[in-house]
């Protein structure tokens, strides 16, 4: 019954390493998004995608590579994990560009040692 | 650039005392400004979204306030939980993508 879900909900690693969050949404939304929490509770995006296409590419470094492979689902795989990267990161996804309520994951806290 | 400034950032109260959090927001052209719930270790749930100046929504003990240039929520005889960080949030009118511009929250506590 989840609407949005993360996997996984926590992820440990070593600096250097290249890890992925999956996101699926269950709501048939058309548009889903990465968001980023650091330390300081603060949220703010990183992409978004409307129907497998990237709309939204905030100043992120290149090590951060979201993959839409259907419109239920979109993935982030981070190269050469670094300690600035600790953080928790959320899906969210909202019924369509236009439809500005987005329903959020539950996370997933990663963290760089 | 969209900014959104929430205060305080922490705040604890007694259980049935009322107060207000406060939302400051600086953007050309808003669509819309939203208040989320945040419990530790979950994702932001929604609550309420504000188009307007003058608009209010109201949801159990919640009430949400907007004018141009802040939103208050307002908490009318809290209980023990409703303790959670309350999050607000501006979108543009220009923006692509539902981009959200999130405040750092406010963090509530409220004792039994």
């Known amino acids: 019954d989840t609407a949005v879900s993360q996997t996984p909900k926590y992820l440990v690693t070593q600096m250097g390493n290249d890890k992925s969050i999956k996101c699926e949404q269950n709501l048939g939304h058309d548009t889903m998004y990465w968001y980023k929490q650091d330390s300081k509770k603060f949220l703010k995006i990183m992409f978004s995608?409307?129907?497998?296409?990237?709309?939204i590419n905030e100043t992120v470094p290149n090590r951060f590579s979201p993959k839409s492979p259907d419109k239920a689902h979109l993935n982030l795989h981070i190269n050469s994990l670094e300690l600035g990267d600790s953080a928790v990161y959320f899906c969210a996804s909202s019924q369509d560009l236009r439809t500005i309520k987005q329903f959020f994951g539950p996370g997933t806290r990663l963290t760089v040692l | 650039e969209d900014q959104v400034t929430q205060s305080p950032e922490a705040l604890r109260l007694q259980e049935g005392e009322s107060s207000s959090l406060n939302c400051s927001y600086t953007?050309?052209?808003?669509?819309?400004l939203f208040w989320y719930r945040q419990d530790p270790g979950k994702g932001p749930e929604f609550l309420f979204t504000l188009y307007s100046a003058g608009e209010e929504k109201e949801k159990e003990r919640l009430k949400a306030t907007l004018t141009k240039k802040e939103s208050f929520l307002h908490i009318t005889a809290p209980k023990p939980e409703d303790s959670a960080t309350y999050l607000c949030?501006?979108?543009?009118?220009?923006?692509?993508?539902?981009?959200?511009?999130f405040g750092e929250g406010t963090q509530l506590t409220v004792n039994p």
């Open positions: 949030a501006v979108q543009h009118s220009e923006t692509s993508g539902s981009r959200l511009t």
């Open positions: 953007v050309s052209g808003l669509r819309g």
């Open positions: 995608y409307n129907n497998k296409e990237l709309i």
